[in-house]
């Protein structure tokens, strides 16, 4: 019990820590071709919405780098506005990278998505499991009260395998080379290296969907 008060403690305080701080950075100081590059050729907007900016995060659930963005992420979609709507799409570079993609778009297929995305990074950064395959990560999930079965069928349904093909086009079109890498509006590109940190890279997201 004192554990879990302790994690919830920290929790809040780092994520009040976070808020504060990006408040109160100076975002004028981020510039394009220094912190945030623009696309050779703009894209439209991944998903429909009512939002008047989309922000894109690609990933991946086995990086180190996007486990740990993660909770900086998490605290900026709490806080965000409502005209600012968060995409996440799965990077694949290789067929490890896909089965965590396909892994991504069953449980958003399913409903399941918001309620284990960030277990599984914590499964696999603070836990070493791997989760490498739809076995290993429908045994994990059913841990966590999702239905093996459904999952395992979502896993490999045709709906998925569109997600998976459109997402492995969306690498390329983007430009993305690594990640975890955003992009603002289907025309600006930032990375946690190009911005200068985690807090800094929520700054520029912060700046570019200011208006």
Known sequence: MLHLIRIGFLTLLTSVLIMTAVQADDH???REGQHYTRLATPLPALE?????????ELFWYGCSHCNDFDPYLEVWKVKTRADVNLVRVPAIF?????????A???????GDLEKVHTLIFEAIHDQGRSLHNVGSMARFLGSHGIDEDEFREAFD??????????????????QVTGVPAIIVDGTY???G???GGYQQLIG????????
Do not use: C
Not at 94 to 102: D, I, K
Not at 157 to 174: C, G, H, M, P, W
């Open 28 to 30: 004028g100081r981020y």
């Open 48 to 56: 429909p919405s009512a939002a008047k900016h989309e922000v894109v």
């Open 94 to 102: 290789n067929p490890r990278w896909e089965q965590h993609a396909r």
């Open 104 to 110: 991504f778009y069953a449980l958003e297929l399913m």
């Open 157 to 174: 349904s045709f709906a998925v395998e569109t997600k998976i093909n459109r997402a492995k086009q969306l690498i390329r079109d983007y």
């Open 189 to 191: 590109k930032v990375t």
């Open 193 to 195: 290296s190009s911005a």
């Open 204 to 211: 520029v997201i912060e700046m570019l969907t200011k208006d």
